[in-house]
Nanobody, 120 residues
Framework: QVQLVESGGGLVQSGGSLRLSCSASGLTFSRYAMGWFRQAPGKERESVARISTIGAMTAVLDSVKGRFTISRDNAKNTVYLQMNSLQPEDTAVYYC?????????????WGQGTQVTVSS
């Protein structure tokens, strides 16, 4: 079965950086678009960044443009989210998700999430 395991979350001060990783198994990774989503307490889940199957196309949430970068290494079955200049409003549980084919549409496979907390 498909398994997605996130790592790299933690507590960081405002202005700091974190790099999230998501390791995938049980799927042909290069056939799957990947996405990072986040959910803050009391808020709906939102899409943070998406990347196409071979990484040729990426899309990020407007509020994180210039600060967050999504990338993938198909040889390692891993997708990354580099987060720089973190702000308290970035505090949330971050999830990675996988979808076969296009990066747009519903994502059927999800990881368990990793907590990111940014202190002011």
């Amino acid at each position: 079965q498909v398994q997605l395991v996130e790592s790299g979350g933690g507590l960081v001060q405002s202005g700091g950086s974190l790099r999230l990783s998501c390791s995938a198994s049980g799927l042909t990774f290069s056939r799957y678009a990947m996405g990072w989503f986040r959910q803050a307490p009391g808020k709906e889940r939102e899409s943070v960044a998406r990347i196409s199957t071979i990484g040729a196309m990426t899309a990020v949430l407007d509020s994180v443009k210039g600060r967050f970068t999504i990338s993938r290494d198909n040889a390692k079955n891993t997708v990354y989210l580099q987060m720089n200049s973190l702000q308290p409003e970035d505090t949330a549980v971050y999830y990675c998700a996988a979808r076969e084919g296009s990066s747009y549409g519903q994502y059927p496979y999800w990881g368990q999430g990793t907590q990111v907390t940014v202190s002011s």
